[in-house]
Each structure stands twice: as C-alpha cells, then as structure tokens.
C-alpha cells in the first residue's frame, strides 16, 4: 500500500488520532519493544518481527481502542515463538512491567495485588488472540538484512562501516510504515544507498545496483526520502 493510503485509511482516524500523533504512538511502541527485546537478550530479527507484527495491527485497529503497550508485549511474545527464539512469557511480562513502570519487579511485586500477575498474564494471552486474528494468523516477516548483505557483497561494497551503517538504517526504518509499503529488498536497496551516500561511496557508479536490489529509481528514492525524514 502507498504511505497515503496507509495514513488516510487507519482506524485510528475515525478516532480523532491525526497522522502526526500515530507517527508518535507509532515511534513510542516501536522504542519500548526495542528496549523490551534487548532486556530479554532477543535477536534483532525478533524485535524486528514485532514491530511490524505492531504495524499490521494497527493498520486495521484503532490506537484509540487498544494499549499500545499490551499489544506490543504480546506481539513480542508472538514473534519470540514465530522466529524460534522463543522466550518463556513470564520473563516478557516481567521485564514489560519493569519498563512501563520503570521500577524493579521484585521491589514493584510487593506493591501489586497478589493475583497481579495472573491477571497480566490473561491480558497479554487475550491480545495475542487478537493479534493472531487480526492478522488472519499472518505472522511471516522478511528482513532487509539479508539480501542488504548479499547485495553489496556482490557488488564488492561488503565494508564493515557501510554495512554497519546501512543496518542502523534498516534498523531505523523499523519505526515507520516501510514495511507496510515495500517488500524487504526495497528497503535494503534504500538503505545502502542512503549510507552510501553519507560515507561518500558512489553507488550510482554501480549499474547492476537497481537489477541487484530488484528496485527503481522512483521506489529508491521514496524509501531513502523516508528514512532521512527519521533525521
């Protein structure tokens, strides 16, 4: 879908939440599974998966109705099992509570009911059942990691600092709706270009660069615009 389309059809217009507002609640969930996935020792790629699984959600539900929050916990539970990394729920909601109360669980357990935990655990179970049927149980998520890695190696650019560089980038562009818009290699395309470009490699010297990365001018252009709006 086109990122018009995908910001004038959400839901969460029919609910006052502007463009500008979802980007932020878009930015915010997307910084809490970050934190959440590097806390619970999780790959990159899992983190990743959630977030997108996140973006899928709420391309068809409003924020309005659901918190942003519970619904990324569970989509980081979900991806945890769907990238077969999985991690044991009570460790995710443990470490989801430390964060969204920013206090140590054992110091903060003392101050909840008893039953605190059971109950979270429900909720994060209900939600991910409304994750997987939202998603019409849809959970595949390809990365641009591997074809950006294939592709500059092939075109004899495999530098450690433009790799680096191009995986920040993708890293990045996690927290917006590219994924909802362009297939993996299109965002590695746009990455690599983008990184090249302030590290002073000439990709456009490269002219197998558009056949590799099986990419246009036009969609090069719209990704790499996208991800320097995220600076």
């Given at each position: 879908m086109s990122r018009d389309e995908i910001e004038r059809c959400s839901p969460s217009r029919r609910d006052g939440i502007d463009s500008m507002r979802e980007t932020q609640l878009r930015y915010s969930y997307c910084a809490f599974l970050q934190n959440l996935g590097l806390r619970l020792q999780l790959p990159q790629t899992t983190i990743g998966t959630a977030m997108v699984l996140c973006h899928r959600f709420f391309f068809r539900r409003s924020?309005?109705?659901?918190?942003?929050?519970?619904?990324?916990?569970?989509?980081?539970?979900?991806?945890?099992?769907?990238?077969?990394?999985?991690?044991?729920?009570?460790?995710?909601?443990?470490?989801?509570?430390?964060?969204?109360?920013?206090?140590?669980?054992?110091?903060?357990?003392?101050?909840?009911?008893?039953?605190?935990?059971?109950?979270?655990?429900?909720?994060?179970?209900?939600?991910?059942?409304?994750?997987?049927?939202?998603?019409?149980?849809?959970?595949?998520?390809?990365?641009?990691?591997?074809?950006?890695?294939?592709?500059l190696k092939k075109l004899g650019l495999s530098q450690t600092a433009l790799l680096n560089m191009a995986f920040s980038l993708v890293s990045e562009g996690l927290r917006t709706s590219l994924w909802l818009q362009f297939k993996p290699h299109h965002i590695a395309a746009g990455a690599a270009f983008l990184a090249a470009k302030c590290l002073n490699f000439d990709l456009a010297l490269h002219h197998n660069m558009y056949r590799e990365f099986k990419t246009t001018p036009s969609i090069l252009q719209d990704v790499v615009q996208q991800l320097m709006e995220l600076f």
């Open positions: 924020h309005a109705n659901h918190d942003r929050f519970l619904i990324a916990t569970a989509a980081l539970f979900l991806a945890a099992k769907s990238e077969e990394t999985p991690c044991p729920l009570d460790d995710v909601l443990k470490a989801s509570c430390e964060l969204c109360h920013k206090q140590d669980f054992t110091f903060f357990s003392y101050l909840l009911p008893v039953d605190w935990l059971k109950q979270y655990k429900e909720r994060v179970l209900e939600a991910e059942q409304m994750i997987l049927m939202t998603l019409n149980f849809e959970l595949d998520v390809q990365h641009p990691y591997d074809p950006l890695t294939s592709v």
